[in-house]
């Protein structure tokens, strides 16, 4: 059988103070009768009981008012969460004053929860669309190519190889995609191995520079190392190497006419600076925010015929989040693009970022034992 909250904690606190009464009661009537007549112990005994009565009526009413203050904030908080059930794309949240008490943390929390869960919602929502519609164009453009081959094309030995060509560029497009979304996933689900492990950065940024300059013997590769040896980030290797692959073969493949990419590294005692500059079509203004975006492509026919998918920039930027660096475009059309990165300095096994903030929270206390004596 189902009982009410309010039923089970109402009568649970009335029989505490009734008990409680009880033994205030039993002691006074004890030293009363020790000290007084039987005629005035037993009118103190009388008042007792009726004091007794009043004691019950008013615990009652207070602890069932007291629970219902309670369940009336819960009771909010479950109608929120069933009116998500029916409407999962609801923006509703719970609404309580603002109180100094745990229930009212409960909420904050509960809606922080529900705020995550909706951006979660609406990017896999994103995600599924882009995904969908990037992939059309692909599949009608082979469907398009295998019909016209069934129909006639076949017999002819120019125009089937013209199809079997352009079927096997969209395939190849298509298994990019497919390959850059599972690079996006795997982001996502990084193993917290990973984010314990560290790098060395002048031996990567060597081989990252000498690995394009050999893929592209026709540009002018300017290198500019400021980078303390033995200096190193808390960021797996392969990730890092990630980042600057997609940040230079983007910077390759827009460059333009004028064929020249700056690398720049430099480390101080709390960071390492990455600039990845080119000087090719460059980003307007109004897209410079949206790069980062799955799927987003300022120029989305240029960015097809050169390979873009538009996740690229993605990947980069969340995998230097994931590290807690940041990640920066400045740009101007027909002049150029400038990407930079902030990563953490790992110092003496401490993050730069970390011990700064064990620096602040000790002074924090300090200055909170001074206010305290004084």
């Not at 609406?122 to 990037?134: A, P, R, T, Y």
């Not at 960015?303 to 993605?314: A, D, E, I, T």
Request: aromatic share 8%; proline share 2%; no cysteine.
């Amino acid at each position: 059988m189902r009982i009410s909250i309010r039923v089970k904690w109402t009568s649970l606190i009335s029989a505490v103070i009734l008990a409680a009464y009880l033994i205030v009661a039993y002691v006074a009537y004890q030293t009363v009768d020790n000290v007084a007549s039987a005629s005035v112990a037993h009118g103190f005994y009388i008042k007792l009981i009726w004091v007794g009565i009043i004691v019950v009526i008013a615990g009652i009413a207070v602890s069932f008012a007291a629970v219902t203050m309670v369940l009336r904030n819960i009771k909010a908080i479950n109608e929120t969460i069933d009116d998500l059930n029916k409407k999962p794309d609801s923006d509703s949240r719970i609404k309580l004053r603002k109180r100094n008490d745990e229930i009212y943390d409960l909420t904050i929390n509960i809606n922080k929860m529900l705020d995550r869960m909706q951006a979660y919602t609406n990017q896999q929502k994103e995600f599924v669309e882009d995904v969908s519609h990037e992939l059309r164009t692909p599949v009608a453009v082979l469907e398009g190519h295998l019909s016209m081959l069934q129909r006639w094309g076949k017999d002819d030995p120019e125009v089937l190889n013209d199809s079997i060509n352009s079927s096997l560029q969209e395939l190849k497009r298509m298994q990019s995609l497919i390959q850059e979304m599972l690079d996006l996933t795997r982001v996502e689900q990084i193993d917290n191995e990973y984010l314990s492990q560290t790098t060395e950065v002048k031996p990567l940024f060597k081989q990252v520079y000498n690995d394009f300059k050999m893929l592209h013997p026709d540009f002018v590769v300017n290198y500019d190392d400021d980078i303390q040896d033995g200096s190193e980030v808390r960021i797996y290797r392969n990730h890092l190497e990630q980042v600057l692959v997609i940040l230079l073969d983007n910077a390759f493949k827009y460059s333009g006419d004028r064929k020249e990419i700056n690398l720049a590294a430099s480390t101080n005692e709390a960071l390492l600076e990455i600039v990845v500059q080119d000087y090719g079509v460059g980003i307007a203004k109004n897209d410079l925010k949206r790069v980062f975006n799955r799927f987003y492509r300022v120029d989305k026919a240029r960015s097809r015929k050169r390979g873009g998918n538009g996740l690229g920039l993605s990947i980069a930027s969340r995998l230097i989040e994931i590290y807690k660096g940041t990640i920066t475009v400045e740009s101007v059309v027909g002049s150029g693009t400038v990407f930079r990165i902030e990563l953490p300095i790992v110092q003496d096994g401490i993050d730069a970022d970390q011990e700064s903030d064990d620096t602040n929270s000790k002074k924090s206390k300090r200055n909170s034992k001074k206010a305290r004596s004084h």
